[in-house]
């Protein structure tokens, strides 16, 4: 496969990759290395080193995972474009595009890909993002369109921090607080008081009505 044909080899894009997995890093460098744009990957698995090194380093490009073992993936996002203005961000995720498509693009994120693209689509998205433009699925595009036309007013969860949703949906898809804390590395106490906040923000008093209201809005299936 050709994949770096015309006027785009002499272009050279700089990424970084920040993804608490080494092998899924490693994978991800192996195949960007095969376009001949990118000429320098750099990785990295928390958030606070993807900070340092935009802070070090400049880049073109960062991919960046939600699941970080220090801070949430849309906290590095929202300081990486308040602190390096001029890095494209694009997010990639296992997590549903429901769930975070929207609220990374309002953050500041040029685009959003799960993990299960296709080597074809996230070449595409880095070529688009490259050159300053948003890059979103069709059905990331679509999904955000009926959103947005199917609500003339804001949801009750966009009013959350970045930490305080992504604890929420954990909440909401039966996690207990002890397993939360330790996929997230803080203490159960430290949960619950997240916990005590997104549903006083929220309105909601039990679980049931919390889980409810995110199958409803389709941020947990």
Avoid: W
Avoid at 26 to 51: A, H, N, P, R, W
Avoid at 60 to 71: A, F
Avoid at 91 to 111: D, F, I, T
Wanted: net charge neutral.
């Amino acid at each position: 496969m050709n994949l770096g044909t015309g006027s785009k080899n002499y272009i050279h894009m700089k990424i970084l990759i920040c993804d608490d997995h080494k092998i899924v890093r490693e994978g991800l460098k192996q195949i960007l290395l095969q376009l001949s744009e990118i000429t320098f990957v750099e990785e990295c698995g928390t958030g606070g080193d993807t900070l340092e090194m935009l802070r070090n380093e400049a880049f073109d490009i960062l991919l960046l995972d939600i699941s970080l073992p220090d801070i949430s993936g849309l906290e590095v996002l929202q300081l990486a474009k308040r602190r390096f203005p001029a890095v494209n961000i694009l997010v990639m995720s296992m997590m549903p595009q429901e769930q975070y498509a929207l609220r990374s693009v309002k953050l500041g994120a040029s685009g959003y890909l799960t993990k299960d693209v296709s080597t074809e689509e996230l070449y595409r998205a880095i070529r688009v993002i490259f050159k300053g433009e948003f890059y979103l699925s069709s059905q990331v595009a679509q999904d955000l369109t009926q959103q947005y036309i199917g609500r003339g007013v804001s949801q009750k969860h966009e009013a959350l921090s970045s930490r305080e949703f992504e604890i929420m949906l954990m909440f909401a898809s039966g996690k207990c607080p002890q397993a939360i804390a330790s996929s997230l590395y803080i203490s159960p106490k430290t949960v619950s008081t997240y916990r005590s906040r997104f549903m006083e923000k929220m309105g909601f008093s039990q679980n049931a009505e919390l889980t409810r209201y995110c199958i409803e809005n389709k941020l947990i299936q």
